[in-house]
């Protein structure tokens, strides 16, 4: 797994291989005769860049990758002293010199000035070993306030092909989460920042107990996880020139570019569901991570889900039949005056009707809520006894309703 100094040094070797396809494109030719009596006296370069339709592109590409490359390198270095900046800034003007290509050159060939700007590549990607850090190269992982809320269950996060690492808190994070537990429009989102502040709060207490701070870090699986917070906010104006102070999500990018410039030997990625941010992510250099899900969801089809055992029906069907003979029950004690009523009148009047139904849809509601029935054997019940009064009721009259 990369370190921050590896990814650079690949992103460098990227620079290297388009400046040389440039320089296959790219001559010196002379402008100015110093001999010719008609020319007028010309104190620069006699010489000129040459570049053709072909080059022109590859120009435009390798100058784009190397203001990305150089942008990095600039931010992770921002806090060195003086001598190890003018350094940079040296080598930054040899290699913009190459490819853009506006001064005139002294020396007719190319390849020497090619030479020199290559140098300078390895001398900028040579200035990061001054860089303090332990060459400690477990895995720094920064998660966004969307990566925690996913899943806060972090003590159980785990990573493919990567059997031990760091996670790191930064305090674009944190802001986040207490402002959330109290102030988010979505419960759910209260509730996990809620839990996640107690378990912040937890890891502080284990640092403690072990004589650290939860800057230091503090255990969460033994021999598996560590976390550690920060508690000073990124310096935005060393750090890309494209981030802006006033995006949370790009404040958070500069913390992470912050970590990788105090930890340039280990590998440093960002945890992010966020697209947006993964893009941005993407422009600055910077390696991400989605976080680990929840969990396995259990791999059943559909079709699995509609079968159902003989003996299921046959324990449904027998709840549905004890249902329908409790509400018989129930109803007994009218049964008598109801139906007497209908033997003396022929007729089945509404108000009866309302009563038989009035009972089913208890009888309904003791199934389904209370009894916890399913739906077939709710359905069962309300059939059997509705079918039972229906022929009590005809076959003690003449049908006339």
């Known amino acids: 797994m990369d370190t921050v100094v590896d990814k650079i040094r690949s992103k460098g070797l990227l620079i290297r291989n388009l400046l040389q396809e440039l320089q296959t494109h790219s001559s010196i030719e002379r402008w100015y005769n110093p001999q010719r009596s008609d020319q007028m006296v010309w104190a620069g370069s006699p010489f000129k860049w040459n570049l053709d339709d072909g080059g ?66 390895e001398v900028e990607i040579g200035l990061l070993d001054r860089l303090y850090g332990q060459a400690d190269e ?41 402002k959330f537990k109290l102030n ?6 209260r509730t996990k920042s809620e839990k996640l502040i107690r378990q ?9 107990a072990a004589n650290r701070t939860l800057e230091q870090g503090a255990s969460l699986i033994s021999g598996v996880s560590e976390i550690r917070s920060i508690a000073v906010e990124p310096q935005m104006n060393a750090s890309l020139p494209w981030l802006d102070p006033t995006n949370a999500d790009d404040k958070i990018l500069a913390s992470v570019i912050e970590v990788m410039r105090t930890n340039p030997r280990s590998p440093v990625f960002l945890v992010t569901r966020d697209f947006n941010l993964q893009n941005k992510a993407d422009l600055a250099g ?57 033997a003396l009148t ?51 009259c003449n049908l006339r309703v």
């Not at 988010?184 to 989102?189: P, Y």
């Open 56 to 121: 022109r592109q590859i120009q435009a590409n390798v100058l784009e990758q190397y203001r990305r490359f150089h942008s990095l390198v600039s931010a992770l270095l921002s806090q060195q002293p003086r001598d190890t900046l003018e350094d940079l800034k040296q080598a930054d003007a040899q290699i913009l010199e190459i490819i853009e290509q506006k001064e005139g050159p002294y020396t007719p060939e190319a390849r020497k000035h090619f030479d020199r700007a290559l140098g300078a590549i």
């Open 138 to 178: 477990t895995p720094i992982l920064i998660p966004d306030t969307n990566a925690l809320i996913f899943n806060p269950d972090i003590e159980k996060w785990k990573f493919d092909r990567v059997p031990r690492f760091v996670i790191v808190l930064v305090p674009g994070v944190t802001s986040d989460l207490d």
């Open 184 to 189: 988010h429009r979505v419960e759910n989102v």
């Open 200 to 208: 912040i709060k937890e890891y502080r207490r284990r640092a403690t």
């Open 286 to 342: 910077v390696s991400f991570l989605e976080p680990p899900d929840l969990g396995p969801v259990p791999n059943v089809a559909p079709a699995a889900l509609k079968v159902r055992p003989f003996r299921w029906f046959v324990g449904q069907f027998s709840a549905a039949l004890l249902l329908a003979g409790c509400s018989e029950i129930v109803l007994f004690g009218m049964r008598k005056i109801l139906f007497e009523e209908i």
């Open 346 to 396: 022929g007729k089945v009047h509404a108000e009866q009707l309302s009563i038989i139904g009035i009972c089913t849809l208890m009888m309904f509601v003791v199934g389904r809520f209370i009894a916890k029935l399913s739906w077939f054997a709710n359905a069962s019940a309300i059939l059997i006894l509705t079918g039972i009064e229906f022929f009590r009721i005809f076959g003690v």
